[in-house]
């Protein structure tokens, strides 16, 4: 009878320790990517010196950077919106309004939005880390490249991706 009780002992007190190490790599996560964005004092938006110096080829494609004229009296949100739409236009992607609701249902057209839920997922589109390794941070966080990549998974038959929010854009 002992021998069974340590037995349920040592198995709840090894639960215990894994359920603790995954809360702890959550948290750890989380902190790590805000410490990163911190490091590169990273905002899409305003940091002018990003598209002259980071070279955003995880898509394995030429990102086409022009000089847009935004005024700074438009709020963040609708300078998200104007960089999605005339990305769109590049791309000659001709639904840009269902972007943009995308984009506004997943993080509000915050393009430094971190899941609530899961923290795993980054930018404007929410893009997990886990079911999409092959966004990287700095794409993820930045509004041109990260629309260029939901561009090409919509036009490759993945806009289900984003079903969990399509009640909110349909």
Not at 26 to 43: A, G, I, M, V
Not at 72 to 90: G, P
Not at 117 to 143: E, H, T
Not at 150 to 163: A, F, S, T
């Amino acid at each position: 009878m002992n021998k069974y009780l340590i037995i349920l002992l040592c198995s709840l007190l090894l639960l215990l320790i894994i359920i603790t190490k995954y809360t702890e790599s959550r948290e750890n996560y989380r902190n790590e990517l805000k410490s990163k964005l911190k490091e590169l004092k990273y905002n899409p938006i305003e940091n002018k010196n990003f598209k002259e110096k980071q070279n955003l080829s995880t898509l394995n494609t030429n990102v086409k950077i022009i000089n847009l004229n935004i005024p700074n009296t438009k709020s963040l949100q609708e300078k998200t919106a104007e960089i999605i739409a005339e990305v769109a236009r590049q791309e000659n992607f001709k639904n840009k309004d269902l972007l943009i609701r995308i984009a506004k249902a997943e993080s509000g057209l915050n393009p430094n939005a971190i899941g609530k839920i899961d923290n795993r997922d980054r930018g404007v589109y929410q893009i997990n880390y886990f079911y999409n390794p092959s966004v990287n941070d700095k794409c993820a966080f930045c509004v041109w490249c990260s629309t260029k990549w939901v561009i090409n998974e919509i036009n490759n038959g993945n806009l289900w991706k984003w079903n969990a929010s399509k009640h909110n854009w349909q």
